[in-house]
C-alpha cells in the first residue's frame, strides 16, 4: 500500500524554527515529486511547493519561494518542510503528497501536520 | 496564474438528491483538472482526474465532465458519507491552483 505519514503536531512560538517530515513507503520514493501543501484554518488549499526525491530538484510556487525550505532525504525515503522563523500566520495544517507519475494532481496525501504559532 | 472559482461555496441537500457542483477556470486548461474530497480532520482524497476520469476505488456514484474553462463535478445519488467539501485543482499549468472549495451540507 502506497502511503505517506507526516510528523507529529507542533506547537511553537513566533521566531523559532521547525522541521516537519513526510516518510514515503510502499513504492519507488525517488521516482515520484513529493508536493507540501498547506490549509490555513477554515481556509482552502494552497501548494507551496514540490520535490523530486531522485535528484532533488525543487520548485516552490511564487507566494512560498523564500519563505520555506523543501529537502528530501532519499535514504530514509522522507521529505521534509521547514522554516527559519516561524511566524503566527504560518498556523495551518500543512499536507504531503505524492503527485501522479505523469500528470500533476496528487494521490495519496499524508494526514496531514498541524503547527500552531503562538506567543 | 491561472484562478479557479467554484461554485457554490456551500450547497445544502438530503441524502439521495443529484448533486452539481462547477468549476471554472481563468483561462482554458483543456482537461487537466482533478476532484478531491475532503472530510472534517482528514486529509483531501482524490475522486477524478483529466475532468472526467474516476480514480480507481471512487463510487460510480461520482462523476466528473467539461473541458477548456467550466467543469462539473455531479453525485448522482448522495449517500451519508458524501457530507464533506469538494476541491477542483487545474494542473494544465504552474503554479498549480486549486478552487476555494464547495461544502455539501446535510439539508
Known amino acids: 500500500e502506497v502511503q505517506l505519514v507526516q510528523s507529529g503536531t507542533e506547537v511553537k512560538k513566533p521566531g523559532e524554527s521547525l522541521k516537519i517530515s513526510c516518510k514515503g513507503s510502499g513504492y519507488s520514493f525517488t521516482t515520484y515529486w513529493i508536493a507540501w501543501v498547506r490549509q490555513m484554518p477554515g481556509k482552502g488549499l494552497e501548494l507551496m511547493g514540490v520535490i523530486y526525491p531522485g535528484d532533488s530538484d525543487t520548485r516552490y510556487s511564487p507566494s512560498f519561494q523564500g519563505q520555506v525550505t523543501i529537502s528530501a532525504d532519499k535514504s530514509i525515503n522522507t521529505a521534509y518542510l521547514q522554516w527559519n522563523s516561524l511566524e503566527v500566520s504560518d498556523t495551518a495544517i500543512y499536507y504531503c503528497?505524492?503527485?501522479?507519475?505523469?500528470?500533476?494532481?496528487?494521490?495519496?496525501w499524508g494526514q496531514g501536520t498541524l503547527v500552531t504559532v503562538s506567543s | 496564474d491561472i484562478q479557479m472559482t467554484q461554485s457554490p461555496s456551500t450547497l445544502s441537500a438530503s441524502v439521495g438528491d443529484r448533486v452539481t457542483i462547477t468549476c471554472r477556470a481563468s483561462q482554458s486548461i483543456s482537461r487537466w483538472l482533478a476532484w478531491y474530497q475532503q472530510k472534517p480532520g482528514k486529509a483531501p482524497n482524490l475522486l477524478i482526474y483529466k475532468a472526467s476520469t474516476l480514480e480507481s476505488g471512487v463510487p460510480s456514484r461520482f462523476s466528473g465532465s467539461g473541458s477548456g474553462t467550466e467543469f462539473t463535478l455531479t453525485i448522482s445519488s448522495l449517500q451519508p458519507d458524501d457530507f464533506a467539501t469538494y476541491y477542483c485543482q487545474q494542473y494544465n499549468s504552474n503554479p498549480l491552483t486549486f478552487g476555494g472549495g464547495t461544502k455539501v451540507e446535510i439539508k
Open positions: 503528497a505524492r503527485r501522479a507519475e505523469t500528470y500533476e494532481y496528487f494521490v495519496p
